[in-house]
């Protein structure tokens, strides 16, 4: 009976992250969710900048703001007309299994094309897949970018 079960390869782990960016017109700023799976954005973290670091509830320490601030400015970048937009970052919340983080870019003029390179998490999965939802004005339009396709271009 447990022959069946082990002639087929145990199932992968699913990896995605969501992050929607909403251009608020009477702000001229670009609102930036981006939520990830705590264990696997924790492990990158820990490769990556600091063994010992945890991301904990309830816990709001400067050093993990700091790595969340630098990983996502190398990893997660807008442009409009070729110039690249400073993300600030505003903070972090947890949800389930998910963080949560929030960023903003101000002074942002009207606009009718926005590019966005997303490769959050690909340094440590491979399969990660990085979705983006757009949202301008009531239209919503979305990307879904991976290992072979990091970058892309919304047309409003």
């Known amino acids: 009976m447990l022959i069946p079960l082990l002639a087929f390869p145990t199932a992968h782990k699913f990896y995605l992250s969501v992050t929607e960016v909403n251009y608020a017109a009477k702000e001229n700023t670009l609102q930036i969710t981006s939520r990830l799976f705590v264990d696997d954005f924790q492990k990158l973290l820990q490769k990556r900048y600091d063994e010992n670091i945890q991301l904990i ?16 400015r190398e990893k997660l970048q807008l442009r409009i007309k070729d110039k690249t937009l400073k993300m600030n970052f505003i903070g972090k919340r947890y949800e389930d299994d ?3 983080c929030y960023f903003e870019v101000t ?50």
């Open 98 to 100: 998910l963080i949560i």
């Open 57 to 72: 509830r309830g816990e709001n320490k400067d050093k993990v703001n700091a790595y969340i601030t630098k990983y996502f």
């Open 107 to 156: 002074n942002v003029k009207n606009f009718k094309t926005i590019s966005v390179s997303n490769s959050l998490l690909l340094d440590l999965f491979e399969e990660q897949k990085n979705l983006v939802h757009f949202s301008k004005n009531g239209d919503v339009k979305s990307k879904m970018l991976h290992k072979d396709k990091i970058e892309g271009r919304i047309s409003f």
